[in-house]
């Protein structure tokens, strides 16, 4: 990819995240955010927003067997 290519930021359903460039079709089991731009633009989006790694599922069954 070259400096010019325009990206956007696609989340699943486990809450994670990926650039995507807006001329690729977006695969399955993701779908897209409100954010595109650069590539710098959308990885500073996703470092400001993906602050918890772990995929939705997991953290979901820790926060459940914490409470027991």
Do not use: F
Request: with cysteine; glycine share 2%.
């Amino acid at each position: 990819m070259d400096e010019n290519t325009r990206y956007q930021v696609l989340r699943n359903d486990e809450d994670q995240y990926s650039l995507w460039p807006i001329d690729v079709d977006v695969p399955a089991g993701w779908h897209r955010t409100d954010k595109e731009g650069t590539e710098a633009e959308c990885s500073a989006y996703v470092d400001q927003i993906w602050t918890d790694m772990r995929p939705r599922s997991l953290r979901e069954r820790m926060e459940r067997e914490a409470s027991r």
